[in-house]
């Protein structure tokens, strides 16, 4: 028989363990429940408050005026579905209810009916909607309807004024967009994102705490500011419809054009076509991204004779060559190592003053002038280098929007040029500037020889008062050279026939010049480079005023599409002077500048040849 495997003594040791246990356990216990609890009170609570980010007010856009808004910000809303515990008849009946608000085809309505259909817990049914719709869906679910059926609120950047072209919001290019982060993208939204968008608050919430006491603001937001612009909106619509126009006429890739104040600096209108609906931001994201960029700022190109102006002005500012000095137009240059330079025409005028050369746009007599700049082609290449950079050639004008790029300026110190280089340069080739550049030296030649920097926003301007203009910036040339150069571009336009006759604007005195530039393109043969056949790029720059000059502007037609094509002459259905006589006669308009009743002449009453 087996002895018995139980013991009393050994019963009493494992009761005596379990008490002991529980003993240790409980004291544990009654530790975090009685002296650690505001301990654990306070991390429960630590763990149960919850951070958010409340963005601010974005600030609305303004034209000059302040009266006409060119982006602003309005709350809408999505709509949420929660059908997972809704019966069929439900799901059904919230889903027919939301077709008919929503006023949807065929297409998204099923797709709504689809979604309700489902046990979900949270389906995006709609963006965007209207803060009426939904009040008046909010009714519906007082009654009892839309079961199912929730609201959260968005901010919307809308850009109300429709452009001068078909898909376009006014300004696009120079406002920018804002993206769905609510951060601003391009031009004026992100050069003044901070300013526009203000300061988020920051605060804590306590769901242990009820009522407002369970809120805590960490960081108090401030509202985003508004920005008042330069742009006169109604000059604005009317330059885009002429861009347009222009664009449609010429075949081309491009058109821009720049309206401004050569006395503040201020732009009045700048528009470029193709642009784009800076509301369907997210549609031109996916088709076409380029039509972002504003090309007035971030695409440079090789001007080509508007910059005779600049050689004219280096000239004159070292009075190494005058309007009246004598030159000999050959047509067609010989430069050592058999490299030339030739007119348009490649025919020679003979001995003709300097200021023919310019006007009649003659490469021969200007690359001459270039020479005389210097004893040496170092020395006259330093000048002309020199001339470039005091008007801001290669360099960001510091105009406030983003984006901007400084083109190419090749300086000869650092990469010598030879003769042939001097010599494209003094007729535009070889270097490669942005229209907002050449506006601005434009406007450092019309204003007394002050380089501004440009601006598109006052921001020294609240909305409803006149803003203070206060022109400052580096001397560019002397007052008397700027004289010069002032005169000279109206005897230009009145010199060539044709320039008289398509710029003529009956009580307005008109001056400029315009440019033909080849295009080079890299891929070309073999992807060695050379120059397109037959595609060129056109501009003009130029003013207009009562008596002096009131406003500048610049035009460029991106490889525009001739009709006629000879030796000297490219004939297109709309010229970039005739954009110009188009856009300076709305602008006299819009900004009421008086015509003057001693005014220049009609075309072909008086005849003439520029002097110094």
């Known amino acids: 028989m087996l002895g018995r495997t139980d013991s009393r003594a050994r019963l009493f040791s494992l009761l005596l363990v379990v008490v002991v246990a529980s003993t240790g356990m409980a004291a544990r216990?009654?530790?975090?429940?009685?002296?650690?609890?505001?301990?654990?009170?306070?991390?429960?609570?630590?763990?149960?408050?919850?951070?958010?980010?409340?963005?601010?007010?974005?600030?609305?856009?303004?034209?000059?005026?302040?009266?006409?808004?060119?982006?602003?910000?309005?709350?809408?809303?999505?709509?949420i579905g929660d059908p997972h515990d809704l019966t069929a008849k439900q799901k059904?009946?919230?889903?027919?209810?939301?077709?008919?608000?929503?006023?949807?085809?065929?297409?998204?309505?099923?797709?709504?009916?689809?979604?309700?259909?489902?046990?979900?817990?949270?389906?995006?049914?709609a963006t965007e909607v209207d803060a009426e719709i939904v009040q008046e869906m909010l009714k519906n679910q007082a009654k009892g309807g839309l079961v199912g059926i929730s609201f959260e609120q968005q901010a919307v950047r809308v850009y109300p004024q429709a452009g001068?072209?078909?898909?376009?919001?006014?300004?696009?290019?120079?406002?920018?967009?804002?993206?769905?982060?609510?951060?601003?993208?391009?031009?004026?939204?992100?050069?003044?994102?901070?300013?526009?968008?203000?300061?988020?608050?920051?605060?804590?919430?306590?769901?242990?705490v009820l009522g407002p006491g369970g809120t805590t603001i960490k960081e108090a937001g401030t509202p985003g500011r508004d920005v008042r612009t330069t742009i006169d909106a109604s000059l604005q619509?009317?330059?885009?419809?002429?861009?347009?126009?222009?664009?449609?006429?010429?075949?081309?890739?491009?058109?821009?054009?720049?309206?401004?104040?050569?006395?503040?600096?201020?732009?009045?209108?700048?528009?470029?076509?193709?642009?784009?609906?800076?509301?369907?931001?997210s549609q031109v994201a996916d088709q076409n991204p380029d039509l972002f960029m504003d090309p007035v700022v971030t695409r440079s190109y090789e001007p080509g004779s508007v910059f005779k102006m600049l050689t004219a002005s280096a000239a004159l500012e070292t009075n190494t060559t005058q309007l009246a000095t004598q030159l000999n137009d050959f047509g067609v240059l010989k430069l050592p190592g058999g490299q030339e330079v030739a007119d348009a025409d490649r025919r020679s005028k003979g001995w003709r003053t300097f200021a023919y050369m310019v006007a009649w746009s003659r490469n021969v007599g200007v690359s001459q002038a270039a020479f005389r700049l210097g004893k040496t082609t170092a020395a006259a290449s330093k000048v002309l280098y020199q001339t470039w950079q005091?008007?801001?050639?290669?360099?960001?004008?510091?105009?406030?929007?983003a984006g901007e790029v400084s083109g190419i300026a090749r300086n000869p110190a650092v990469d010598p040029w030879a003769k042939i280089d001097l010599a494209n340069a003094s007729f535009g080739q070889g270097v490669a500037a942005t229209p907002i550049q050449v506006v601005r030296a434009y406007a450092a030649m019309v204003n007394g020889g002050t380089l501004l920097t440009?601006?598109?926003?006052?921001s020294d301007a609240k909305i409803g008062e006149a803003a203070a203009v206060t022109v400052t910036g580096p001397r560019a040339v002397t007052s008397k050279t700027a004289a010069s150069l002032t005169k000279l571009m109206g005897a230009v336009l009145t010199t060539v026939p044709t320039y008289d006759q398509r710029t003529y604007i009956r009580g307005y005195f008109v001056g400029g010049k315009t440019g033909t530039a080849q295009i080079w393109?890299?891929?070309?043969?073999?992807?060695?480079?050379?120059?397109?056949?037959?595609?060129?790029?056109?501009?003009?720059?130029?003013?207009?005023?009562h008596s002096n000059p009131d406003?500048?502007?610049?035009?460029?037609?991106?490889?525009?599409?001739?009709?006629?094509?000879?030796?000297?002459?490219?004939?297109?259905?709309?010229?970039?002077?005739?954009?110009?006589?188009?856009?300076?006669?709305?602008?006299?308009?819009?900004?009421?500048?008086p015509p003057n009743p001693n005014g220049p002449p009609a075309p072909g009453t008086k005849k003439g040849t520029p002097q110094g």
Request: glycine content about 10%.
């Open 92 to 125: 059904e009946k919230t889903a027919a209810d939301l077709v008919e608000y929503l006023s949807l085809g065929d297409k998204d309505a099923k797709k709504i009916r689809t979604a309700m259909a489902t046990s979900s817990y949270y389906i995006l049914l």
């Open 521 to 545: 393109d890299p891929k070309l043969d073999g992807g060695a480079g050379g120059w397109k056949v037959n595609d060129y790029n056109y501009s003009f720059y130029g003013w207009i005023g």
């Open 164 to 208: 001068g072209a078909p898909h376009t919001s006014l300004a696009s290019q120079l406002l920018g967009f804002v993206n769905a982060a609510g951060k601003g993208q391009y031009g004026i939204e992100q050069k003044y994102d901070a300013i526009l968008a203000g300061k988020a608050e920051i605060v804590q919430i306590d769901p242990t």
């Open 390 to 401: 005091g008007y801001g050639i290669g360099q960001k004008t510091g105009i406030d929007v």
């Open 237 to 281: 619509l009317q330059v885009e419809q002429e861009v347009f126009t222009a664009w449609i006429a010429d075949k081309a890739k491009t058109v821009s054009a720049v309206v401004m104040d050569p006395k503040s600096g201020e732009l009045l209108a700048e528009a470029s076509y193709p642009s784009y609906d800076a509301n369907a931001y």
């Open 29 to 79: 216990l009654a530790y975090w429940q009685v002296g650690q609890q505001r301990t654990l009170s306070e991390f429960a609570a630590r763990a149960s408050v919850t951070t958010a980010t409340i963005p601010a007010q974005r600030g609305s856009i303004y034209d000059r005026t302040g009266m006409i808004v060119l982006a602003r910000t309005i709350y809408q809303y999505r709509v």
């Open 454 to 458: 440009p601006r598109v926003v006052l």
């Open 551 to 593: 406003l500048v502007i610049g035009i460029v037609i991106y490889e525009g599409t001739p009709t006629r094509i000879k030796q000297g002459v490219l004939d297109m259905p709309v010229q970039s002077y005739e954009l110009f006589r188009r856009i300076a006669t709305d602008a006299v308009t819009t900004e009421r500048i």
